[in-house]
């Protein structure tokens, strides 16, 4: 093979800017390929050449395998990196790269093909002496329950389901198999014995043209939800050396035994007694190899374009080492507290600011819109230190500083982790956030900072009327004597409020809400910073922005979205009796009822598609199907109606 000049990346989003960042390490020349959606994201704007592929879908853009080795061809590419997801483990396309001449930078196709389904990679492993979980047929009389339902084509937690009891079997098959032929374009499952508190671990594998295989160590990746990862970490929290040693080890067997090249990792689910089990490999780069990267000191991408070009790997495995310890936050555009529903949005803020021994991979910005069409993960954040306990401290402290605002996020959902006693113990399994999530959401900053962070917003609300004030316009809330009350309705945190303020003096301010009173002084703009003084003189900042009437606030002590509410708020869909509204805006994919139909409290009326991800809508009681506003295929809003529900007692 020859030295790579010029790479395409056939991805989009963090991924892609961190496979630029190598790029440009190395010298290559990078191109991006982006969908219509895409025409301004950051990935774009940093690699050397980009090209257009196709409108937003994913299947019409990104999907594409002949619209993107033309774009290569185009550009002069000589290889293409997939990064991970979209067409990464599709041995169709690594395939079509090699006839069309260009440099797959990934495993063969053959083992690509081989490890892409469950059912031959679990015979293989089987094969050469590594532990398998045990395996049923559906149709089987005999199942002993709890089982796994998985897609066999993919992974990610998509078209994965566990089920409890016989009855479940059924309509969870259905809903896997959906989710997979979605996902995946193949509706295959397996069905294998679901392993109690289990813990996720995963090795991390290399492999060159030379037959020469090495491990990375392992991570721990069992802060799940949905099945998918959210908080990552190396070493894991578990392991004796004894363990790691038998575990890595395996990962090696694992690689050996399919002839593996490139970057990729051999996943185990791991038991409350020590034993293991294979789960499968995926054969790409993972969402969490940065913290392989922080405490190996490898550059994981650089490693896998020199195998590309046929470089023996630089090292052996005695020559690797772990040190240190490293933990990644995943950030999704997502609500945990409505079973971490997608959401969808403008960023209006994010920023944070350079930290030692922490390290962003972001595939957004200010301004940023985040839509329907692609996964809702926006960033990684990961934090080094010489230890567990130091490197929870960093990457605690690291989310503190960071503000992100204009949607909502699971940024307090992580910040509550990161606190817990039983994460900081390393005591969890993979349930960790099926067992503790109620308790998690309850964990809020104080009322104080809540309130205060509102009073930061009804005083930026002030100072942008006061600056729009002009001869001809007249602004909200204006009073004539400046010394008199206003009144502030807002959602904070969720929780209605309203405030009455009024200043008392130059940047001196009354504040009251129910009973309680309080002044704040020494008030100073200097935007997008807003700092005063709280009564118990104690000087605090805040980072406002705003998207519209919703803003958001920002300090170490808290980040606060808060939504300004309207005084005379006109009625939407929600506010219809029994009405049935689309909790983001998506496709229509499935209704399973008609207009006029009984249905009972709970049961499914239409399923929603959005990032990669179903939502059912359910019928909010027992009656009849009044309206029916949607048909199949159909794209809608969030809030849309999109059925009405008569009460059996016609309320």
């Not at 061809?73 to 991970?84: D, E, M, N, W």
């Not at 929870?392 to 500083?401: D, E, H, M, N």
């Not at 390393?426 to 009322?447: I, M, Q």
Request: net charge negative; with cysteine.
């Amino acid at each position: 093979m020859k030295k790579i000049e010029k790479i395409l990346i056939a991805n989009r989003g963090e991924i892609a800017l961190r496979i630029i960042s190598t790029c440009k390490k190395l010298g290559i020349l990078s191109v991006a390929v982006y969908s219509e959606a895409d025409k301004f994201a950051p990935h774009v704007m940093n690699a050397d050449e980009a090209v257009l592929i196709g409108p937003a879908p994913s299947v019409d853009s990104y999907l594409c395998i002949d619209k993107i080795i033309d774009a290569a061809k185009r550009t002069s590419a000589q290889a293409i990196h997939p990064g991970y997801g979209f067409l990464a483990e599709n041995a169709a396309f690594a395939q079509a790269c090699i006839d069309a001449g260009l440099v797959f930078i990934g495993p063969n196709p053959d083992v690509i093909e081989k490890m892409g389904s469950k059912k031959v990679s679990k015979s293989i492993v089987e094969a050469a002496g590594v532990p398998v979980i045990p395996g049923f047929q559906i149709d089987d009389n005999d199942i002993p329950f709890p089982v796994l339902l998985k897609a066999s084509a993919g992974g990610g937690g998509k078209g994965m389901r566990i089920v409890r009891a016989a009855d479940e079997l059924e309509s969870a098959a259905e809903s896997a198999k959906r989710e997979a032929l979605s996902s995946f374009g193949d509706d295959t499952l397996l069905l294998e014995k679901y392993i109690e508190q289990p813990r996720h671990i995963e090795v991390q594998i290399l492999g060159d043209h030379h037959g020469n295989i090495v491990h990375v160590f392992e991570r721990e990746c069992s802060i799940q939800r949905r099945h998918q990862k959210i908080i990552e970490e190396s070493p894991s929290p578990v392991l004796t050396p004894e363990l790691r040693n038998r575990i890595c080890e395996a990962g090696v067997t694992v690689a050996s035994a399919i002839g593996y090249q490139s970057a990729g990792t051999v996943e185990f689910v791991y038991g409350p007694t020590g034993e293991f089990y294979f789960l499968e490999v995926n054969t790409r780069l993972q969402v969490e190899h940065p913290v392989t990267e922080m405490v190996s000191g490898l550059d994981l991408v650089e490693l896998q374009i020199q195998v590309a070009e046929g470089i023996e790997l630089p090292f052996k495995q005695s020559d690797l080492n772990q040190v240190g310890a490293a933990i990644e936050l995943r950030i999704y555009a997502e609500d945990p507290a409505q079973n971490f529903l997608p959401v969808t949005g403008t960023l209006c803020d994010w920023h944070l600011p350079t930290i030692t021994n922490v390290r962003l991979d972001s595939g957004v910005r200010t301004g940023s819109e985040v839509g329907i069409h692609y996964d809702p993960m926006l960033a990684k954040l990961i934090g080094y230190g010489a230890d567990r306990n130091e490197a929870i401290r960093r990457v605690k402290y690291a989310l503190s500083q960071f503000s992100i605002g204009g949607l909502t996020s699971n940024y307090k959902l992580l910040n509550a982790i990161l606190r817990d006693t039983s994460f900081q113990n390393g005591d969890f399994d993979t349930h960790y956030l099926d067992d503790n999530l109620p308790r998690l959401l309850e964990d809020k900053a104080s009322v104080d900072v809540l309130i205060d962070s509102a009073v930061a917003v009804a005083l930026s609300c002030e100072r942008t009327r006061h600056q729009s004030a002009t001869m001809n316009s007249i602004p909200s809330g204006f009073r004539n004597n400046r010394f008199r009350g206003q009144s502030f309705s807002c959602i904070v945190d969720g929780q209605t409020i309203k405030l009455y303020y009024h200043q008392i003096a130059p940047g001196q301010y009354s504040i009251s809400q129910d009973d309680r009173q309080w002044i704040v002084s020494d008030v100073e703009w200097q935007l997008p910073q807003l700092v005063y003084t709280n009564e118990a003189g104690i000087r605090r900042s805040f980072r406002i922005q705003s998207n519209g009437r919703h803003y958001h606030c920002h300090s170490m002590l808290a980040s606060i979205g808060i939504e300004v509410l309207d005084r005379f708020p006109e009625k939407d869909a929600s506010d219809v009796a029994g009405a049935c509204v689309a909790p983001m805006p998506g496709k229509v994919i499935t209704v399973s009822v008609k207009e006029g139909a009984e249905v009972t409290q709970n049961q499914p009326l239409v399923i929603l598609e959005a990032m990669k991800m179903e939502h059912t809508v359910s019928a909010p009681c027992d009656g009849i199907v009044e309206k029916l506003l949607v048909r199949e295929g159909e794209q809608v809003d969030a809030a849309a109606l999109l059925a009405v529900v008569t009460a059996e007692d016609g309320e």
